[in-house]
Protein backbone atom coordinates (compact mmCIF):
# COMPACT_ATOMS: atom_id res chain seq x y z
CA UNK A 1 0.00 0.00 0.00
CA UNK A 2 1.35 3.23 -0.53
CA UNK A 3 0.87 5.94 1.33
CA UNK A 4 -0.15 9.66 0.26
CA UNK A 5 0.41 12.54 2.49
CA UNK A 6 0.86 15.37 -0.07
CA UNK A 7 -0.73 16.32 -3.11
CA UNK A 8 2.44 16.76 -5.72
CA UNK A 9 0.72 19.10 -8.24
CA UNK A 10 -1.75 19.31 -10.25
CA UNK A 11 -2.23 18.60 -14.31
CA UNK A 12 -4.03 22.16 -14.45
CA UNK A 13 -0.64 23.54 -13.98
CA UNK A 14 1.20 23.91 -17.44
CA UNK A 15 4.64 22.15 -16.04
CA UNK A 16 2.25 19.00 -14.48
CA UNK A 17 0.06 18.85 -17.70
CA UNK A 18 3.40 18.81 -20.24
CA UNK A 19 5.78 16.27 -17.77
CA UNK A 20 2.54 13.46 -18.15
CA UNK A 21 1.66 14.34 -21.02
CA UNK A 22 3.69 11.28 -22.18
CA UNK A 23 3.36 9.26 -18.88
CA UNK A 24 2.21 5.85 -17.77
CA UNK A 25 -0.73 7.33 -15.65
CA UNK A 26 -2.41 5.53 -13.40
CA UNK A 27 -5.99 6.66 -12.06
CA UNK A 28 -7.54 7.13 -8.92
CA UNK A 29 -11.16 7.44 -9.41
CA UNK A 30 -13.26 8.89 -6.12
CA UNK A 31 -16.60 10.21 -5.73
CA UNK A 32 -17.86 13.75 -4.82
CA UNK A 33 -18.20 13.08 -1.17
CA UNK A 34 -14.83 10.98 -0.91
CA UNK A 35 -12.72 14.24 -2.37
CA UNK A 36 -14.08 16.29 0.90
CA UNK A 37 -12.56 13.68 2.81
CA UNK A 38 -8.49 14.27 4.51
CA UNK A 39 -8.04 10.38 5.37
CA UNK A 40 -10.00 7.60 3.23
CA UNK A 41 -8.05 4.37 1.29
CA UNK A 42 -8.97 3.28 -2.12
CA UNK A 43 -7.65 1.32 -4.97
CA UNK A 44 -6.65 2.38 -8.59
CA UNK A 45 -7.59 1.86 -11.60
CA UNK A 46 -4.62 -1.07 -12.09
CA UNK A 47 -5.31 -2.35 -8.53
CA UNK A 48 -2.74 -0.27 -6.55
CA UNK A 49 -3.86 0.24 -3.01
CA UNK A 50 -3.62 3.81 -1.60
CA UNK A 51 -3.66 5.59 1.50
CA UNK A 52 -4.88 8.86 1.84
CA UNK A 53 -3.50 10.99 4.69
CA UNK A 54 -3.09 14.81 3.99
CA UNK A 55 -3.82 17.58 6.22
CA UNK A 56 -7.28 18.17 7.62
CA UNK A 57 -8.73 21.66 5.97
CA UNK A 58 -7.14 20.03 2.48
CA UNK A 59 -9.28 18.25 -0.24
CA UNK A 60 -8.49 16.23 -2.89
CA UNK A 61 -8.80 17.89 -6.39
CA UNK A 62 -9.70 16.67 -9.76
CA UNK A 63 -6.61 15.82 -11.41
CA UNK A 64 -4.32 16.28 -8.28
CA UNK A 65 -0.93 14.15 -8.72
CA UNK A 66 -0.23 11.90 -6.11
CA UNK A 67 2.76 10.47 -6.65
CA UNK A 68 5.25 10.66 -9.64
CA UNK A 69 8.29 8.86 -10.65
CA UNK A 70 10.22 10.57 -12.50
CA UNK A 71 12.82 7.70 -13.78
CA UNK A 72 9.81 5.02 -14.59
CA UNK A 73 7.71 8.47 -15.72
CA UNK A 74 4.80 7.06 -14.41
CA UNK A 75 2.15 9.16 -12.37
CA UNK A 76 -0.95 8.29 -10.01
CA UNK A 77 -3.11 11.06 -10.89
CA UNK A 78 -6.59 11.64 -9.07
CA UNK A 79 -10.26 11.47 -11.17
CA UNK A 80 -13.02 13.37 -9.51
CA UNK A 81 -16.78 11.92 -10.83
CA UNK A 82 -18.93 14.99 -9.85
CA UNK A 83 -22.70 14.59 -11.05
CA UNK A 84 -24.53 17.15 -13.56
CA UNK A 85 -26.04 20.41 -11.75
CA UNK A 86 -29.15 22.25 -12.50
CA UNK A 87 -28.68 25.88 -12.91
CA UNK A 88 -31.47 28.25 -11.87
CA UNK A 89 -31.00 31.55 -13.62
CA UNK A 90 -32.74 34.43 -11.29
CA UNK A 91 -31.83 37.31 -13.01
CA UNK A 92 -34.47 37.60 -15.18
CA UNK A 93 -36.77 38.56 -11.52
CA UNK A 94 -35.22 42.10 -11.51
CA UNK A 95 -37.14 43.04 -14.34
CA UNK A 96 -40.29 41.52 -12.17
CA UNK A 97 -42.51 43.93 -9.48
CA UNK A 98 -40.62 43.31 -6.19
CA UNK A 99 -43.53 41.18 -5.17
CA UNK A 100 -43.97 39.03 -7.89
CA UNK A 101 -39.63 38.48 -7.43
CA UNK A 102 -39.82 38.00 -3.87
CA UNK A 103 -42.97 35.34 -4.38
CA UNK A 104 -41.34 33.54 -6.81
CA UNK A 105 -38.16 32.98 -4.72
CA UNK A 106 -39.97 31.81 -1.73
CA UNK A 107 -42.34 29.44 -3.89
CA UNK A 108 -38.50 28.34 -5.46
CA UNK A 109 -36.96 27.53 -1.82
CA UNK A 110 -40.43 26.07 -0.96
CA UNK A 111 -40.60 23.50 -4.00
CA UNK A 112 -36.32 22.50 -3.58
CA UNK A 113 -37.28 21.99 0.27
CA UNK A 114 -39.67 19.90 -0.34
CA UNK A 115 -37.69 17.80 -2.63
CA UNK A 116 -34.85 17.84 0.02
CA UNK A 117 -32.30 19.14 -3.08
CA UNK A 118 -28.98 20.43 -1.67
CA UNK A 119 -28.33 24.22 -3.32
CA UNK A 120 -25.49 26.88 -3.53
CA UNK A 121 -26.79 30.51 -4.11
CA UNK A 122 -24.26 32.70 -5.93
CA UNK A 123 -25.22 35.97 -7.05
CA UNK A 124 -28.45 35.49 -9.32
CA UNK A 125 -28.03 31.74 -9.55
CA UNK A 126 -28.94 28.74 -8.10
CA UNK A 127 -26.50 25.38 -7.95
CA UNK A 128 -28.74 22.53 -7.77
CA UNK A 129 -26.43 18.87 -7.46
CA UNK A 130 -28.67 15.52 -9.45
CA UNK A 131 -30.02 13.87 -6.06
CA UNK A 132 -32.64 12.64 -8.10
CA UNK A 133 -33.22 11.79 -11.66
CA UNK A 134 -32.80 14.66 -14.08
CA UNK A 135 -36.80 13.88 -15.49
CA UNK A 136 -37.89 14.32 -11.84
CA UNK A 137 -36.07 17.47 -11.43
CA UNK A 138 -37.49 18.48 -14.85
CA UNK A 139 -40.97 17.59 -14.17
CA UNK A 140 -40.98 19.70 -10.34
CA UNK A 141 -39.64 22.60 -12.15
CA UNK A 142 -42.38 22.74 -15.02
CA UNK A 143 -45.00 21.58 -13.11
CA UNK A 144 -44.74 24.92 -10.61
CA UNK A 145 -44.24 27.06 -13.78
CA UNK A 146 -41.87 29.45 -11.68
CA UNK A 147 -42.64 33.06 -13.24
CA UNK A 148 -39.38 34.75 -14.73
CA UNK A 149 -37.20 31.80 -14.34
CA UNK A 150 -35.44 29.54 -16.90
CA UNK A 151 -32.89 26.76 -15.95
CA UNK A 152 -30.41 23.98 -17.24
CA UNK A 153 -28.34 21.00 -17.13
CA UNK A 154 -25.00 21.17 -17.23
CA UNK A 155 -22.11 18.62 -16.46
CA UNK A 156 -20.76 19.14 -12.79
CA UNK A 157 -17.20 20.05 -14.15
CA UNK A 158 -18.50 22.88 -16.02
CA UNK A 159 -19.56 24.61 -12.78
CA UNK A 160 -16.15 24.24 -10.99
CA UNK A 161 -15.00 26.91 -12.51
CA UNK A 162 -17.46 29.62 -11.21
CA UNK A 163 -16.73 28.61 -7.64
CA UNK A 164 -14.32 29.25 -4.92
CA UNK A 165 -13.28 25.74 -3.27
CA UNK A 166 -15.33 26.15 -0.31
CA UNK A 167 -18.31 26.31 -2.12
CA UNK A 168 -17.57 23.60 -4.59
CA UNK A 169 -17.17 20.89 -1.72
CA UNK A 170 -20.86 22.51 0.00
CA UNK A 171 -22.16 22.01 -3.20
CA UNK A 172 -20.99 18.60 -4.09
CA UNK A 173 -20.04 17.55 -0.45
CA UNK A 174 -24.02 17.38 0.62
CA UNK A 175 -24.75 15.55 -2.61
CA UNK A 176 -23.19 11.83 -1.56
CA UNK A 177 -25.88 8.78 -2.67
CA UNK A 178 -26.95 7.58 -5.42
CA UNK A 179 -29.71 9.42 -7.25
CA UNK A 180 -33.19 8.04 -7.66
CA UNK A 181 -36.53 8.89 -8.66
CA UNK A 182 -37.90 9.77 -4.55
CA UNK A 183 -40.42 12.44 -4.55
CA UNK A 184 -42.62 14.52 -1.86
CA UNK A 185 -45.04 14.91 -4.47
CA UNK A 186 -47.53 12.73 -7.30
CA UNK A 187 -47.27 14.79 -10.39
CA UNK A 188 -50.15 13.94 -12.61
CA UNK A 189 -47.46 13.53 -15.90
CA UNK A 190 -43.66 14.45 -16.53
CA UNK A 191 -43.26 17.12 -19.11
CA UNK A 192 -40.30 16.50 -21.77
CA UNK A 193 -36.71 17.26 -20.07
CA UNK A 194 -36.69 20.51 -22.23
CA UNK A 195 -35.50 22.69 -19.26
CA UNK A 196 -38.56 25.52 -21.05
CA UNK A 197 -39.92 27.47 -18.46
CA UNK A 198 -42.58 30.08 -19.67
CA UNK A 199 -41.02 30.36 -23.29
CA UNK A 200 -37.38 30.45 -21.87
CA UNK A 201 -35.46 27.92 -23.68
CA UNK A 202 -32.20 26.74 -22.00
CA UNK A 203 -28.47 28.50 -22.91
CA UNK A 204 -25.25 26.72 -22.51
CA UNK A 205 -23.79 28.02 -18.97
CA UNK A 206 -21.24 31.10 -19.33
CA UNK A 207 -20.57 31.62 -15.79
CA UNK A 208 -21.42 34.49 -13.41
CA UNK A 209 -18.76 36.85 -11.86
CA UNK A 210 -18.95 36.95 -8.13
CA UNK A 211 -16.98 37.21 -4.63
CA UNK A 212 -16.81 34.18 -2.54
CA UNK A 213 -18.40 36.33 0.57
CA UNK A 214 -21.05 36.95 -1.62
CA UNK A 215 -22.17 33.19 -1.89
CA UNK A 216 -24.70 31.77 0.44
CA UNK A 217 -24.75 27.97 1.07
CA UNK A 218 -28.33 26.41 1.61
CA UNK A 219 -29.29 22.68 2.27
CA UNK A 220 -33.04 22.67 1.10
CA UNK A 221 -35.29 21.23 3.61
CA UNK A 222 -33.95 18.47 6.58
CA UNK A 223 -29.72 18.98 6.48
CA UNK A 224 -27.85 16.09 7.20
CA UNK A 225 -24.46 16.19 8.71
CA UNK A 226 -21.35 14.23 7.37
CA UNK A 227 -18.19 12.93 9.43
CA UNK A 228 -15.35 11.79 8.49
Known amino acids: ?54 DRGTHIRDGDVLLWDAQARSAIVVRI ?68 LRYEFVPGRDVIPYLAPHESRRLFGGAEGPVHSHTHESYAETEPESGHVFGHPPTRFHGHSGTPGQALSATAGSAHDHHE
Open 1 to 54: MILIETVMGNIDAPEWAERLSAADTDLLEIDQWEAQKSRFRKTTARGVQVAISI
Open 81 to 148: ELRDVMIVHLNALMSLTPEVAMRTCVELGHAMGNQHWPALVKDTVVYVPLTVDRKVMTSVMNTHRFEG
